[in-house]
């Protein structure tokens, strides 16, 4: 493609020749190769304008930067305001604008966006689509697994990704739509037919600077939809998330009056059991995921498929088989108590899984978590006290410590654990942690693994080792870790 076609529409100043031929496009410089575009971009680590030339050794013949950088001989400079925002437009040029041939539905919210991709997808297969997922667990065409990097790619990615859904013949695709994801416009320049919004609630502190700016940058997704804005009402920010819709609002709820209302509500080990209400419509729906916050979930995805034309007979049928991988994922132990994984990372998710396991009244509830280093550090006391409050017993450990020491990433926690009368244990090593809870289990015991979920690996300084939470609970047992 010609890098004057790949301008189209940037506001930018050229210098040397706009006609050339441009074979590929990368914001590493470490991915150039022949007759690529380079565009620099200003990290949080380090600079992209500082590897220009290092682009440049290894095959680029046109560089995009939002400072002013020297001449060098054969090379076109592009000029522009916001390399980030720039590189959204070019790699939607770049790949023919793929949302444009998609219906995309963004979801977003601090808790529940990968649950509600895997029902939305569930419930679009059932109607013969092929769909494309995008998040945090994996992407997704159709069956086919690609990894992900983060819960939503930077743009050149994204867009790359959105195109080979295209030529797959995909029709629909689910995505996650983080706040990093808006601020860092990684999502210009997506098509959105329509955005979801789950909840908020305190994460991310390290990066916004606090909720009121935070959920603004999340208000920014329905900015963007062009059919269809889907609202949980109960939540205290839906307002904001409404007045910033330019499109057609649906609701949903419990508590307050919505469009889409759940009633009736069993919930149970297993799973929870509902009625759902949409005007004059009913139906049971069964999920295998328990908790009122699957109901959430199951309704901001029903509220979809009903926009979308689906009846509630084949979203029940679709919702009742959906389970997601370290999603309260109950692990196989041939023990005589119970092991839970769950990726509830914020101090509303620990609250959440503790609620939706009240109604297990026979064994103790034993919470092991720990809290991702490089992360928000404000929500580690939060997540100790609402821990110390529904929890029998605590087992204080390490997430993914990152670059972080994981006893002061602990100690943190432990400030808001001790606003309460909760026991506790800290042991740093999370394996030995494990090791701790499945021995000292008794019969009934409810074990809850937090914060990995369906992660697979344990980031400690700049290493990712090996971690399997599913492998470890079985190879403890097998050792006779308990009776
Ligand atoms: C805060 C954040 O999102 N940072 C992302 C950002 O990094 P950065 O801007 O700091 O990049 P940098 O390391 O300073 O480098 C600057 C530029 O120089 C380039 N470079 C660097 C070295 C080199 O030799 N050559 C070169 O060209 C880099 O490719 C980059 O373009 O751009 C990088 C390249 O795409 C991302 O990998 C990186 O994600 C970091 C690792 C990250 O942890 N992000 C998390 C917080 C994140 O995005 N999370 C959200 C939400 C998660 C959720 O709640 O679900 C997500 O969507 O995943
Ligand atoms: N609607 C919800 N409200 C509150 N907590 C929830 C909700 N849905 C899920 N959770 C809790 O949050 C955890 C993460 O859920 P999920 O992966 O669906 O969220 P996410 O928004 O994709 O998270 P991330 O931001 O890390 O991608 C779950 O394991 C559960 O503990
Ligand atoms: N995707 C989220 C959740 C991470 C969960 C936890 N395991 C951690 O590493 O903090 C994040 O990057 O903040
Ligand atoms: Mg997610």
Do not use: W
């Not at 041939?101 to 679009?124: H, P």
């Not at 997704?140 to 994204?158: F, N, Q, R």
């Not at 009056?257 to 080990?269: E, G, P, Q, T």
Request: glycine letters at 6%; one cysteine or more; charged letters at 25%.
């Amino acid at each position: 493609m010609k890098l004057i076609d790949i301008l189209k529409g940037v506001n930018c100043e050229i210098k040397g020749d706009p006609n050339i031929d441009i074979s590929g496009v990368c914001y590493d410089s470490r991915k150039s190769k022949n007759k690529y575009l380079f565009i620099a971009i200003k990290g949080f680590k380090t600079d992209g304008i500082f590897y220009v030339e290092e682009a440049i050794k290894n095959g680029a013949v046109a560089v995009v930067t939002d400072r002013e950088i020297k001449e060098y001989p054969g090379i076109t400079t592009v000029l522009v305001e916001d390399a980030r925002a720039a590189m959204a437009k070019i790699a939607s040029n770049f790949y023919n604008n793929p949302t444009s041939k998609l219906t995309l539905i963004g979801v977003t919210g601090t808790n529940g966006k990968t649950s509600v991709t895997y029902m939305l997808k569930a419930i679009l297969e059932r109607q013969n689509n092929k769909v494309g997922l995008v998040g945090t667990i994996q992407n997704m065409i159709g069956d086919e697994v690609i990894p992900s990097v983060h819960t939503t790619p930077e743009s050149l990615d994204l867009q790359e990704l959105f195109s080979i859904m295209v030529n797959k013949g995909v029709k629909y695709v689910v995505m996650e739509v983080s706040s990093h994801s808006l601020a860092l416009n990684r999502v210009d320049e997506c098509e959105f037919d329509i955005a979801v919004f789950t909840n908020l609630s305190q994460d991310h502190l390290d990066f916004h600077q606090n909720m009121e700016e935070y959920a603004k940058t999340k208000s920014k997704l329905f900015k963007m939809a062009k059919s269809a804005s889907v609202i949980n009402i109960d939540d205290k920010y839906s307002s904001m998330m409404i007045e910033s819709s330019k499109a057609k609002v649906l609701t949903y709820g419990i508590k307050d009056f919505a469009y889409v209302m759940a009633k009736d509500i069993r919930n149970s080990l297993d799973g929870v059991k509902f009625k759902v209400q949409i005007e004059d419509k009913k139906e049971e729906i069964s999920l295998k995921i328990p908790g009122i916050f699957s109901v959430y979930n199951a309704l901001a995805a029903i509220t979809v498929a009903d926009f979308l034309g689906i009846s509630l007979r084949s979203v029940r049928e679709a919702l009742s088989q959906v389970t997601v991988k370290g999603r309260f994922e109950l692990v196989e132990t041939g023990k005589d108590f119970y092991v839970i994984i769950d990726y509830a990372h914020t101090p509303d998710g620990i609250q959440n899984i503790m609620e939706a396991l009240k109604e297990y009244k026979t064994g103790r509830k034993i919470l092991l978590f720990g809290a991702g280093g490089d992360r928000d550090k404000t929500k580690r006391p939060l997540m100790g006290e609402v821990a110390g409050k529904y929890a029998d017993f605590c087992i204080l450990t390490s997430d993914n410590p990152r670059s972080e020491d994981p006893r002061e990433i602990i100690s943190q926690i432990e400030e808001g654990i001790k606003k309460t009368n909760c026991p506790y244990v800290v042991i740093e090593n999370r394996k030995e942690a494990i090791s701790y809870a499945l021995t000292n289990a008794q019969k009934d015991d409810v074990i809850i693994l937090a914060g990995k979920g369906h992660e697979t690996y344990q980031i400690i300084g700049d290493k990712v080792i090996h971690f399997d939470e599913r492998e470890i609970v079985k190879e403890i047992l097998s050792e006779g870790g308990n009776r």
